[in-house]
C-alpha cells in the first residue's frame, strides 16, 4: 500500500519509467547546460577585474582593471593627439594601431610616439598594485616625500638616486608594457593569442628615436 502510494507520487515517463521530477537531468543539451550553471564566485569576478597577470617576460605581476582604459579617459590623462586612436581600439578591445601614430608621409610622428609611450607607462604604473611600479621620474609625491626638489618633478630619475628596492617603470620590457596595455583594454590575457594578435605596436615606435634619443631610452624623453 505505501510502495502503490509513493508511485503515485512520482512522475515517471510512461515509456521508459524513467524519473521525471525537478531532479532529473534533460535530455537535452541546451538544458543541461542551463542545469548545470552556478552563480559566479566572488574570486572569479576578481580574477576579471584583475589577479595575476604573466608577462610575455615570464615575469608575474598582480594587476587591477576595474574599469579599464575608459577610467583613464574619464580622467582627462589621454592625450588629445590620442583620443581617436585610443577610443578605437578600446572599441576593438586590441592594441592601438601603430599606423594612425605615422605621419602622410609614413615616417612616424614623434610628438605622437613620445604621448604614446608615456601613456603606456601611465596605465602600467596605475593598474599593477604588485609590485609597486614607480614613475622613471620625480613625481610631485617624490617632493611631498622630500625626496627629490620641486624644480626636479619631471625629470627623469638618475640612475645613482634610484632606489635598489623599488621597480621602475622602466625597468619593464616593452613587450611586457603593451601586454599590460592591450589587457587594460580588455584585450586577452593569453600569451599566445597575445603574441598571434598583437600588430606590433610597441615592437614598431619603440625601435624610433623619440626627440633625439636612442630608442632604448624613451622613458621619460618627453621631459628632458
Given amino acids: 500500500m505505501t510502495d502503490c502510494y509513493l508511485n503515485k507520487n512520482k512522475k515517471q515517463d510512461p515509456q521508459e519509467g524513467i524519473d521525471m ?5 534533460s535530455g537535452n543539451p541546451a538544458k543541461r547546460a542551463e ?3 552556478a552563480v559566479s564566485s566572488v574570486s572569479a569576478f576578481k580574477n576579471k577585474a584583475g589577479g595575476l597577470l604573466t608577462l610575455p617576460s615570464g615575469l608575474v605581476v598582480k594587476a587591477r582593471n576595474s574599469k579599464g582604459l575608459r577610467a583613464f579617459v574619464e580622467a582627462g590623462v589621454i592625450p588629445n593627439s590620442l583620443m581617436t586612436i585610443i577610443q578605437e581600439a ?3 578591445g586590441k592594441e592601438p594601431d601603430s599606423a594612425k ?7 612616424f610622428n614623434e610628438a605622437m610616439v613620445a604621448d604614446m609611450l608615456n601613456l603606456t607607462d601611465t596605465v602600467v604604473i596605475q593598474v599593477v598594485v604588485d609590485p609597486v611600479i614607480h614613475s622613471d621620474q620625480w613625481t610631485t609625491k617624490d617632493y611631498l ?9 619631471g625629470n627623469r630619475i638618475s640612475e645613482g638616486d634610484r632606489d635598489d628596492d623599488t621597480v621602475y617603470v622602466d625597468d619593464l620590457d616593452d613587450e611586457d608594457k603593451m601586454f599590460i596595455f592591450q589587457w587594460t583594454m580588455g584585450g586577452t ?3 599566445e593569442r597575445f603574441r598571434q594578435e598583437s600588430s606590433s605596436t610597441m615592437d614598431d615606435i ?3 628615436p623619440v626627440l633625439g634619443l636612442p630608442a632604448e631610452s624613451h622613458a621619460g624623453a618627453t621631459t628632458q
Fill in 145 to 153: 616625500a622630500g625626496n627629490c626638489d620641486e624644480e626636479q618633478v
Fill in 21 to 25: 521530477g525537478k531532479n532529473a537531468k
Fill in 90 to 92: 578600446i572599441d576593438k
Fill in 101 to 107: 601614430l605615422q605621419n602622410e608621409d609614413g615616417t
Fill in 206 to 208: 619603440s625601435r624610433r
Fill in 189 to 191: 590575457r593569453d600569451l
Fill in 35 to 37: 542545469q548545470a550553471k
